[in-house]
């Protein structure tokens, strides 16, 4: 089993849809939680970055971390073609440490 | 404002061959890491370097070296290249203060071909 589990899509939405990007991990000591975007031919960049359980919302985007269920999900409200890139889940188990885990990443297409 | 950068962007190399992937980050963040990123295994760590004068391997460090040549640069080098070092490389750094100590900031990318 890896350590972190994301489903590579991809997934293919119409504008405007409500986007559920979902990763689920089997190390109950991250704490961390990040969401990073990567456009094509282009590096990732921090979306969403979450510190134990709940939620975070930053405009159209929210994060939520379960650790019970050790999941996390990044929701996209109104959906629009810009959104479309691989959506990469990050965790780390200290805010100090060099061992940060990423998904293999979900490629969402959002089509006008 | 550069944050961090790779060079250089494409590169083919024939087996057997040598190059050094170069990176530099203006950022003065004290971390910097070299991943590999390839289709359906996400990014995997190679070597870091968690301040000037040190490095430690990641996940995937055979046949690979690097240098952390000051603060600010930190270079990747492929002794004798091998078909399966085909990949995209990434180049990132982390903060040490406040929210920065869990983010990392990534190059664009040097796609790299071994025939």
């Known amino acids: 089993q890896k350590e972190v589990e994301q489903d590579p899509g991809p997934l293919s939405v119409p504008e405007g849809a409500i986007v559920s990007l979902n990763c689920t991990y089997s190390n109950s000591a991250f704490q961390y939680f990040m969401w990073y975007r990567q456009y094509s031919r282009k590096g990732p960049e921090l979306l969403m970055y979450?510190?134990?359980?709940g939620n975070k919302e930053d405009g159209r985007f929210t994060a939520q971390v379960d650790k019970s269920s050790k999941y996390i999900s990044l929701f996209i409200r109104d959906s629009q073609p810009s959104d479309s890139a691989t959506y990469l889940c990050?965790?780390?188990?200290?805010?100090?440490?060099?061992?940060?885990?990423f998904g293999p990443g979900t490629r969402l297409s959002v089509l006008p | 404002n550069a944050g961090v950068t790779q060079t250089p962007k494409f590169q083919v190399l024939k087996t057997g061959q040598s190059m050094t992937l170069q990176c530099a980050q203006d950022?003065?963040?004290?971390?910097m890491y070299w991943y590999r990123q390839d289709p359906g295994m996400g990014l995997r760590l190679i070597y870091y370097?968690?301040?000037?004068?040190?490095?430690d391997k990641g996940e995937v460090p055979n046949g690979y070296n690097v240098s952390r040549l000051n603060k600010r640069e930190f270079s990747l080098r492929l002794e004798s290249a091998a078909p399966s070092q085909t990949s995209v490389y990434f180049c990132?750094?982390?903060?040490?203060?406040?929210?920065?100590?869990?983010?990392?900031?990534f190059g664009a990318g040097t796609r790299l071909s071994v025939l």
């Open positions: 979450t510190y134990s359980s």
């Open positions: 990132a750094s982390r903060g040490l203060a406040g929210i920065a100590k869990n983010i990392q900031y």
């Open positions: 950022m003065n963040h004290n971390s």
């Open positions: 990050a965790m780390s188990a200290t805010n100090y440490g060099q061992n940060f885990v």
């Open positions: 370097s968690a301040s000037e004068g040190t490095t």
